[in-house]
Each structure stands twice: as C-alpha cells, then as structure tokens.
C-alpha cells in the first residue's frame, strides 16, 4: 500500500492506495467521533461493494448505515442530495456521525457536499471506485451539484478525514468510464508533469489494459500531483485553477448535450482539444503539440472534437464558469507540453474560432466499435 499526504494544516489527512482496502476495517474505522456511519452509495456500486464496506465497519464495531441513490450524473441535484439529508435525519444521526462516500466521482461530490452542509458540517471518507474519481475527484474537497444552467454550480469546499482507493474496484468499471478517467489523468501531465505525460505515452497500452502495475503507478502520481496543488492553492485563488484544462469548454458541453450525455472525462478531453487549438491559435504552442495531444486521447477512444452546439451556446454557457472574474471569461490554456497558464487575454472571436474547429455535427462522445 501507498500512502499520500495532502498537506493542510489542520485539515490534512492522508490519501491510501492499494489492493483490498475495501475490507481494511483498521483504515475504514479509525479515529471516527463516533461508532456510527452513514454510507452513501448508488444503485450500481452497492451490490457490488456495499456488503463488504459494511462488514469492515462492523467488524470494528462501528455502526454502519446506508442510503442508496438513483446512478447517474442527471441525479447530482438538489432531489437527490435531499435524500441523504433525509436518511441522516431519520436515523437521528449527530454531529459526529461521519459520512461514506462509496462510489464514483458523483457519489463523491454529493456526499461531500451532504456533509458540509448537514448540522454545518460532519465528517466524510472518501472511498472512490472509478478511476476519475480515485486519480481526480476524491482529493481536494471540492463538493457540489449540479444546476441547469451550469456544473457543480451549488456547492462547498470541504476536505474529507481520508482517501481509500482499492484499486481492485476498477475490475468491475465498464470500459467507457475507465476511459473517461484517463483524460484527467493525461491532465496532469499537459498541465504541469512533462515526465508523467512521456510516461503515459509509454505505458498507455498497459494502462489500457488495467495492467495492475500501470495503474498504481498512474494512481499513485496522479494524486501525487492532485495534492501537491490543492496544499499549494486549497481554494482555488492560484494555482489550483489549472486543474480546469479543458474544464471551460467541457462543462459547456456537459450542460449543452444535457447532463449524462457526454461523461465528465469525455467532455474534458473534447474541451482540451479546444483549449489546445487556442493555444495554438495565440502562437502558444505548435500544432504537432495539439496533434500529439490528440494521439494521446484517440488511442483512449476519447473524442477530439465536441458536439455542434453553435458558439454562440457555448459562449453562453461558458460565461457561467466559476472562473470569471468580472464578467471575463478566464481560460486555462497551454504555453508548452507539462505547462498551463490562466489567462484573460484570448480575444473572444478566437475563442469561438477554436470551438467552431473543434465540434462537429453528429459529434459522438465515444466510439462504441473502440471500447472492449
Ligand atoms: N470534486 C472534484 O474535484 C471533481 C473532479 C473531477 C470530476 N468531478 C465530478 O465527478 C463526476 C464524474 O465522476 P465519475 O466519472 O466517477 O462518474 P460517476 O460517479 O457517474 O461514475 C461512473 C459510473 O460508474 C459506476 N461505477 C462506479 N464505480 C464502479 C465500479 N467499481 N464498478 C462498476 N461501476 C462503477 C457508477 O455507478 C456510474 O454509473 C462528475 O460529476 C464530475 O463533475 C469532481
Ligand atoms: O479539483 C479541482 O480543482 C478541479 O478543478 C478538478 C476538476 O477535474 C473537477 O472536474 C472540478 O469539479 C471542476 O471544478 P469546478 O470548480 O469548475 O466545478
Ligand atoms: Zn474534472
């Protein structure tokens, strides 16, 4: 087993990633306010894990409880957060019940968030079971739902008490979601980590074949990089914003085609190309940058291009992003391969230029013949 450390004062706490830790009581259990938790879960992931997290809690006395949501990204939304609130209150949970998040990136966001909000804030353990969620959403404490106008639009910073990633969960995740995962491991290396990024190139065919091995390895430096930024930049004042490469334009794409439709890491990967072809656009970086880039996501089944919403669309949309400061729209863009900048210079008739290269009609986010 590994062990990260995201490193925030008082709300620190440590990442573990290994095989089996979904049955490791000692991990699961230790140091709770309280022995009583609330697992959260959905209908997908919890007959497949949820007996044996519950028989790990038990096992050292602790009380474990359940609520089980709808699946989907279309159920990140007020309704079904409000079913956690009230599965907390029905079972006279306190404030120091603590909170279980078991499932992917979705479960995680909205457990966190049902935490921060319940009482003014219990603690939660973050226990991710895709590989978006384990390398990307289970670190850092953002939390949220979602908006019709826009993502994760409500919603707290709130770190957890611990991150539990068995990487055994990936054998059961359909291949359409691992894929997804990965465009926000190629994130970290387009955005700050050269090395990784060559090493991707490298290893993306064992990668891709859930080579045990590879995916610790991509785990374990892609959290490494996730916790490096948010100790350096927790709320996003800085550095922390260049986790959103491809996010501007992703999100848009996301809310556009009605949430579910494009998965999260389908989205980004469309969203980098567009952020790419910026770039490029602003004589940041060369094509063969963006033509590399694309290789990368391809050999994933990831799409290059996004659905035609018209520019217009994406534009209004893309105004809502949190990153707008004074009615500006602020973009994560690439000065080089492993460097992202933020940026308010891209002049507005080459952002819409960069989308209208970008998306095309009939645009699919993944190619059903690519996906074992
Ligand atoms: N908080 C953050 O920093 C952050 C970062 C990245 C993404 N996100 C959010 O995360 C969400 C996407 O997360 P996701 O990609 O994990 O999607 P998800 O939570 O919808 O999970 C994907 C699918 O896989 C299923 N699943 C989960 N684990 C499984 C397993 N082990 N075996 C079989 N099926 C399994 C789920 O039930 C679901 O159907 C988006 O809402 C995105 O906005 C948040
Ligand atoms: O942790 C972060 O910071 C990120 O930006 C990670 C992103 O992958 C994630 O999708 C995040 O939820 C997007 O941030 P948001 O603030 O635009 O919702
Ligand atoms: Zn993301």
Request: charged share 20%; with cysteine; proline share 5%.
């Amino acid at each position: 087993m590994e062990t990260l450390e995201v490193d925030l004062a008082e709300r620190s706490y440590p990442i573990f990633i290994g095989q089996g830790l979904l049955d490791r009581a000692d991990l699961l259990a230790a140091g709770l306010p309280q022995p009583r938790v609330l697992i959260v879960s959905n209908e997908t992931v919890a007959p497949l894990y949820l007996t044996r997290v519950r028989a790990a809690f038990a096992a050292a006395g602790v009380e474990a409880l359940d609520v089980v949501l709808p699946d989907g990204e279309h159920f990140k939304d007020w309704p079904t957060l409000n079913r956690i609130f009230d599965a907390l209150l029905g079972h006279r949970c306190e404030r120091a019940t603590t909170l279980v998040a078991l499932g992917g990136g979705v479960i995680g966001d909205m457990t966190g968030f049902a935490a921060a909000c319940y009482q003014r804030g219990v603690p939660f353990i973050q226990v991710p079971t895709t590989l978006l969620a384990q390398v990307d959403s289970s670190v850092g404490g953002k939390t949220a739902i979602n908006h019709p106008q826009g993502k994760n639009m409500i919603g707290a910073f709130h770190q957890p008490q611990r991150v539990l990633i068995d990487t055994d969960s990936l054998a059961t995740l359909p291949a359409r979601e691992f894929r997804s995962g990965l465009a926000e491991v190629i994130k970290y290396g387009l955005i700050r980590d050269l090395p990784f990024l060559e090493w991707l190139e490298v290893n993306l065919d064992a990668l891709l074949a859930r080579s045990p091995a590879a995916l610790a390895e991509a785990i374990l430096r892609s959290c490494r990089n996730k916790a490096e930024v948010v100790a350096a930049d927790e709320r996003e004042s800085g550095e922390r914003a260049l986790l959103n490469l491809g996010h501007t334009f992703g999100h848009a794409i996301e809310t556009g085609a009605g949430y579910g439709v494009w998965l999260h890491g389908e989205a980004v990967a469309a969203g980098t190309m567009m952020a790419a072809e910026l770039s490029q656009r602003l004589g940041w970086i060369d094509a063969s940058l963006v033509a590399r880039i694309g290789r990368l996501f391809e050999r994933c089944s990831l799409p290059v291009v996004g659905p035609a919403l018209g520019e217009e669309r994406y534009l209004e949309l893309m105004a809502h992003d949190k990153k707008v400061q004074g009615g500006r729209l602020r973009l994560v863009l690439l000065r080089a391969a492993g460097r992202a900048v933020v940026s308010a210079d891209a002049p507005v008739a080459d952002v819409a230029a960069a989308i209208a290269a970008r998306c095309r009609a009939g645009a699919v986010p993944f190619l059903e013949s690519a996906h074992g």
